[in-house]
């Protein structure tokens, strides 16, 4: 990514006390990583007053305190760090992480799991090695910390259920597009479930209720329910750091 | 410091430990939540001299009761609500002497607001998540306080030597807002959204909304005239401030509220002021509301001009409660603005 197609930010006062932030660009896989990238380097020179910053799939709201600071400094803020090249690699400050996330597959766990092979045309079977095949990065912790990922390998984007599911468990492993989310907390989903990890993956018990984080690496390894109970997973740790 | 019990005897419909929420987490997925009238929950905890983050206990309908195994100074403050002490009326919004024993009870006024806020002197023990003691229904963070519960406060509170009915303890220059009878203004900053809807900044500036039953926490469900794009352009998901006026495709508004979460394919047409969202905190079922555009600054001005009489309370307080003697908790006031 180049600095020119960094530098074109806009950005947009939202409300009394937080701006818009948007990379306008025809490509939309330009606009998404490089709205990730700047999201990580403005959080590393974060300015004094800006409380938050919310990721969307293209924008990163940020919200500030108006009372510690105003419109006109968070807004120069955001375009002297939209200016700066991005470096190349990871962000600055983070190891990167790496998990491996045992998964039943099957239609029990994994309801949607006939649809989307057929879908693909491809068998039960080998969307599961595709699956397992993808190495997956986390984008960024959705709802109730969900981790989201890019990264799966399928011959097309999966499609969204027309009609979401109500109640789905905790540790479902679920696709759409080319990405794929674990539910923490029971609850609805438009995604397409595919199976079920037996670890805990958020666990509000915690000081810190996740391990991962943006930036980490996930890839699934298909287990059987025997092995999954085998396992006596608990909360769900990196097996590796690597720089 | 002692600490003291306090035997909960009713806690009305849904009572729950509460603060003003959590802090660099929304970026995590976790929305910030707390207490949904935050200038009330500042207010109350500032009334008994703690930090106006300090957790407290937020009820929503109902009669919330309490009796404390030891003198507690603490203030009730919110929905305007009928308090008793031992049977005896009581203030809100004033610091208030709960001797051992006996039985404080609060029954808000839910035609004029739907949440009371209760504060006690000193530190109340709960279960934190992510730094803040807010619950987070959707995380299974419940923080439901049930009757027969016992709650514990540490506090270096150990009373007066006064008697409940003489005169009032403190004369604190209190920000009470107005729940008045009528329909609520609200004052709205205009967003990106309003130039997508030919004639939507007038029709909700002469139009009445009523809050419906389907709303909770994440947005306020309002019934009232709306208008939609003409064209499909996408929305992609983004993040939306608290207080965004977003219109969906069914015909209503939606006011999102503390719990709200990314927000996809509606248009935002614009955010409440802050100054204003404490208000939206306390409209319940049936409350009218009346919307009023005005611009960044006015809206920034309002809120300096809340902010100002907080600390002003904040700094009384601290004054009135250091002159008796007990000040720990004072030591550590929060002058940050941290009202989201």
Known sequence: MTTAQYGAVAVEPFGDSAVMVTIPHADQAIRRAAIVAFRDRFLAHRPPGVLDVVSGLESLLVEFDPLRTALQHVEYAVRLVARWAPSDGPSPGRTVRAFTVPVVFDGEYGPDLASVAEELGLTPAEVIEAIGESTFTIALLGAAMAPMMDGLKVPRPVRRRAEPRTDVVPGSVMIAGTNAIIQPFPGPTGWRVVGRTPHTIVDISRPDPVSFGPGDVVRFTPVTRDEAAALDAGFLLPTEEAV | ?340
């Open chain 2, 1 to 340: 410091m002692t600490t003291v019990g306090l035997d909960i005897t009713s806690s009305g419909w849904v009572t729950t430990f509460q603060d003003l929420g959590r802090r660099d987490t929304e970026r995590r997925g976790v929305p910030t939540g707390g207490a949904a009238d935050q200038h009330s929950a500042s207010v109350a905890n500032l009334l008994v001299g703690n930090p106006r983050e300090a957790t407290l206990i937020e009820s929503l309908g109902g009669e919330l009761a309490l009796v404390p195994g030891a003198p507690v100074l603490l203030a009730v403050t919110g929905a305007p609500a009928q308090v008793t002490v031992g049977g005896a009326p009581a203030d809100s919004w004033s610091p208030l002497v709960v001797p051992a024993g006996q039985e404080i009870r609060v029954r808000g006024d839910m035609d004029r607001g739907t949440r009371t806020y209760l504060a006690v002197n000193g530190t109340l023990t709960a279960r934190t998540l992510l730094g803040s003691a807010a619950p987070d229904a959707r995380m299974g963070f419940g923080q439901v306080i049930a009757r027969g519960e016992r709650l514990l406060v540490e506090t270096e509170f150990r009373g007066f030597g006064r008697r409940l009915f003489e005169p009032q303890l403190f004369r604190l220059p209190v920000p009470v807002p107005r729940f008045d009878h009528g329909p609520w203004v609200v004052d709205v900053v205009a967003s990106h959204g309003i130039h997508t809807i030919a004639g939507i900044r007038q029709l909700i500036e002469d139009s009445t909304y009523v809050v419906t039953p389907r709303s909770n926490h994440v947005g306020l469900r309002l019934d009232g005239p709306v208008l939609h794009p003409d064209d499909d352009t996408e929305i992609v998901s983004h993040g939306v401030p608290v207080g965004a006026l977003q219109i969906p495709h069914a015909d209503e508004l939606i006011v999102l509220g503390r719990y709200r979460s990314l927000t996809a394919g509606y248009p935002i047409v614009g955010v409440t002021s802050r100054a204003a969202l404490p208000l939206l905190g306390q409209a319940g079922p049936g409350r009218e509301l009346r919307f009023r555009w005005i611009d960044r600054e006015t809206s920034l001005r309002r809120f300096a001009r809340r902010e100002a009489e907080v600390r002003a309370l904040g700094h009384a307080a601290a004054e009135a409660f250091g002159a008796l003697g007990f000040g720990a908790p004072l030591s550590r006031i929060n002058c940050e603005a941290i009202l989201i």
